[in-house]
């Protein structure tokens, strides 16, 4: 009866389809968007604050689905078998990815993701096994901070280790040892080193890549006309929208300002916020405070251009993220 109610209101907006889920056992927190014409078909769902399934995506007859703190699965995926798809916070699968466990499940880890077109199976049984061919039956499973780009295949048993990026169009068919870029054509693989593609992050180059975001956020305010003007004072930036003063500091709190509101741009939490003030930590990745039009516009750029997937503070469980604790 469950799997019929869990078909039937598919085509259903979301604001309908999760009471009807919750009045089923379903486990769904806050700011959850169940899109429309989204089958999700499961028997236990747990799904944390601010996950997004969108429409068009096919997730049918598994027997758990379990999605971390603004995770997410996009347009047209399909997810079958009878196991287990967990997926950490901040991670999620991209469009059109296929995904069968029909005998072990998928595990995704915090902040790690399949980009587009990826095929992940837990399973490799098609010829027979009586004339002499061995199946292979494991479960995949994805580390913290690790990525697979486009159009990957990762086979049965795979498991692929913490701050692992897979390059696109590889064919992964044994579990990854240590971590790195990987290349791996399923008869030969070349590791390299993780440094080609990340930086070394200390409290001096983290300070000045976020006077960098801030510049490109600007800039990409002014080239769409959203801002007047912009620019900068001392350790500060100011622009005005709609005739309004808004200040953005870094790490350092604004009293008696005549400012109408005032960004904080910094790496700890203060302790109190303003009425008028929002506070972006860059380390935990957490916003907090008043969040208007601009702010939205600001945490989408980030997140688009950077990477960056803020969430609020208030969602935010130290638990399910390790973040870099940053080297003087």
């Not at 089958?39 to 997004?52: F, L, M, N, T, Y």
Request: net charge positive; glycine share 8%; with cysteine.
């Amino acid at each position: 009866m469950k799997k019929i109610i869990q078909l039937l209101s598919t085509p259903l907006p979301g604001i309908i389809r999760k009471p009807i889920y919750r009045l089923m056992g379903a486990k769904i927190g806050n700011r959850v968007k169940l899109s429309s014409f989204a089958v999700v078909v499961s028997k236990e769902i747990d799904i944390r604050d601010g996950v997004k399934i969108s429409g068009f995506t096919f997730i049918y007859g598994i027997r758990s689905l379990k999605m971390g703190t603004y995770s997410h699965i996009s347009r047209l995926c399909y997810i079958t078998g009878y196991q287990d798809l967990k997926i950490g916070a901040r991670s999620g699968v991209g469009f059109g990815c296929h995904i069968e466990m029909h005998l072990e499940g998928v595990e995704i880890g915090n902040y790690s993701g399949f980009s587009p077109k990826c095929v992940v199976n837990t399973h490799g049984i098609y010829l027979p096994y009586t004339h002499g061919y061995n199946p292979i039956i494991a479960k995949v499973k994805l580390g913290d901070f690790s990525l697979v780009q486009a159009r990957c295949y990762i086979g049965p048993g795979v498991i692929v280790p913490d701050e692992t990026i897979i390059v696109a169009g590889s064919n992964v068919l044994q579990r990854i040892d240590k971590p790195g870029v990987i290349v791996d054509s399923g008869f030969k693989r070349e590791r390299f080193p993780l440094g080609i593609m990340k930086r070394k992050v200390d409290k001096e180059s983290h300070y000045s890549d976020i006077k960098k975001l801030t510049l490109s956020l600007l800039n990409y305010f002014s080239k769409n006309n959203l801002i007047s003007q912009y620019e900068e004072f001392g350790n500060s930036f100011y622009f005005f929208c709609k005739k309004k003063k808004v200040k953005i500091v870094f790490d350092e709190r604004i009293q008696n300002e005549h400012s109408e509101y005032v960004w904080i741009f910094n790496s700890f939490y203060s302790k109190e916020i303003q009425r008028n003030e929002t506070e972006f930590n860059f380390i935990k990745l957490t916003f907090d405070g008043h969040t208007g039009i601009m702010e939205k516009k600001a945490l989408k750029y980030f997140q688009t251009y950077f990477g960056l997937r803020f969430i609020p503070k208030s969602g935010f469980d130290e638990k399910e993220l390790i973040y870099p604790k940053l080297e003087s």
